[in-house]
């Protein structure tokens, strides 16, 4: 028998909240009402524009009512996504995937090696050990349990969000306006 997505979402949501309580998060608190997380891509636009656009006008809106924990599902036909998924985990090896996040999002148009190298530089990691970790295979591993837990959640592009609350589950998947997030995280806390 075929199950549905709320299926789906309701018998994998205690694994999605355990699994966002060991990822750090991107903004929020880390006892919201509402956890969002977003299943993205660094090189894909409407990713970016999301990250731009809708995710600090939630932050501003709801503050520490929710926590949004963004997962990496890099897609095959973005040659730099893998890459950029990877270096984002190793800024967070050293406390500053926040910080890499914006600054992957910000550099969108010039994905690569050498500005991988030049983020850590700016940042303020340990450079020896951030090359180090872009090809080790925690980071690796790391990469693969989001892209496995992606899996579990049916997501098959980007940017991907899911919205969850004990009581319910809302998903937005695709460039949605601000307004459409609202309406979800609304219904999400009545």
Do not use: W
């Not at 979402?9 to 009402?33: N, R």
């Not at 980007?158 to 695709?174: H, K, Y």
């Amino acid at each position: 028998m075929k199950r549905s997505l709320f299926m789906l979402l309701a018998l994998t949501l205690p694994a999605l909240a355990q699994a966002a309580d060991s990822v750090p998060s991107i903004g929020g608190t880390a006892s919201p009402k509402v956890r969002i997380t977003e299943f993205g891509d660094y090189q894909c636009p409407f990713c970016r524009r999301a990250h731009d656009d809708v995710i600090p006008k939630i932050l501003a809106e709801y503050g520490d009512k929710v926590q949004i924990v963004f997962r990496n599902f890099p897609l095959e036909f973005h040659p730099q996504a893998h890459n950029a998924a990877l270096a984002g985990i190793c800024a967070d090896q050293q406390g500053k995937l926040k910080e890499m996040h914006d600054f992957l999002y910000q550099n969108q148009t010039n994905l690569g090696d050498k500005l991988y190298s030049d983020g850590a530089r700016q940042l303020g990691l340990n450079e020896t050990a951030f090359a180090a970790c872009l090809t080790s295979d925690l980071a690796v591993a790391k990469l693969n349990q989001d892209l496995s837990e992606a899996q579990d959640m049916m997501v098959q592009s980007t940017p991907n969000f899911i919205l969850a609350t004990p009581q319910g589950v809302e998903r937005l998947n695709g460039a949605y306006p601000y307004a459409e997030f609202k309406a979800a995280i609304d219904r999400l806390l009545k």
